[in-house]
């Protein structure tokens, strides 16, 4: 039969070397199947693409995401307080604020028509430079935000996703609360 280094080609049948990629008898292909090779690329991409972040989509037994588990500890801040930290020094309110939950009141200044965002202004200063701008996530905030005016006071409970010096906080909301 088979000798140890040797097998035999998968079209004409001949002893081959086991080695061999091609058949020197028939010039056939002798590696895995293409389709073989398509089903093992379309598993290896549904695990990966299955794995994701799981301590975001990990269900507890009551069938709820560990992120609603989770108690969130929000630091109760004013836009003007937001601004002053910003403007004494960019770098620390950076380190301060960024990847933190915060709980900032304001006025309700622009309004996306898109309802990708809306942003806060000062309650206490006539001119505001330095925005807070607030990306909407989803359907329930932006049908809340359809019921609201600019100059409202609002306030956003939202994760701050990046400080800047010249555009100021990204704040992606989690609730809003109005008065």
Known sequence: ????????????????????????????????PVWIIVIIVIVLIGVIAGSGDSSEKASDSNGGTSQQQEKIEYIKVTKDELDEALEGNAAAAKDTYNNKYLEISGKLATIDSDLKYI?????????????????????????????????????????????????GYYVDIVEIVTD
């Open 1 to 32: 039969m088979n000798g140890e280094g040797t097998k035999q080609c998968k079209k004409c049948k001949e002893l081959i070397n086991k080695k061999a990629k091609k058949c020197p008898h028939c010039g056939a292909k002798q590696g895995m």
């Open 119 to 167: 942003s806060l202004m000062s309650s206490t200063d006539e001119w505001d430079l330095i925005g807070i701008h607030c990306t909407i996530k989803n359907n329930e905030q932006k049908e809340l935000i359809k019921t609201l005016k600019k100059d409202q006071e609002i306030t956003i409970k939202g994760k701050v996703t990046d400080v800047g010096e010249v555009l």
